[in-house]
């Protein structure tokens, strides 16, 4: 999930765990119930029909998944050890 949204790749992923709280459904990708095959049918034709808004999606997921480099992330792990907070 992480390489498809820094490789601005579209995502179309079902609502299983963690997931739906990486993807904003219809902004950062689309979502599907699990076990749904007609929504993955039409959550795939949607995009498919869509290339414009299905590009804005992946873009905007590159854009999200740009808070979540390395070097971020040990900034903020740092921080929590030593106490200070990151803004």
């Known amino acids: 999930l992480f390489e ?5 790749i579209p995502v179309i992923a079902t609502t299983i765990g963690v997931i739906q709280s990486l993807i904003e459904d219809k902004k ?13 049918a039409d959550a795939l034709l949607y995009a498919l029909g869509n290339p414009q808004k299905t590009r804005q ?9 740009q808070e979540f480099t390395s070097k971020q992330m040990i900034e903020r792990t740092n921080s929590l050890y030593l106490g200070q907070r990151q803004p």
Request: charged share 30%; net charge neutral; glycine share 8%.
């Open 28 to 40: 950062t990708g689309l979502l599907v119930r699990p076990e749904n095959p007609r929504e993955l």
């Open 57 to 65: 999606m992946a873009e905007n997921a590159f854009s999200k998944s």
């Open 4 to 8: 498809a949204r820094a490789g601005e």
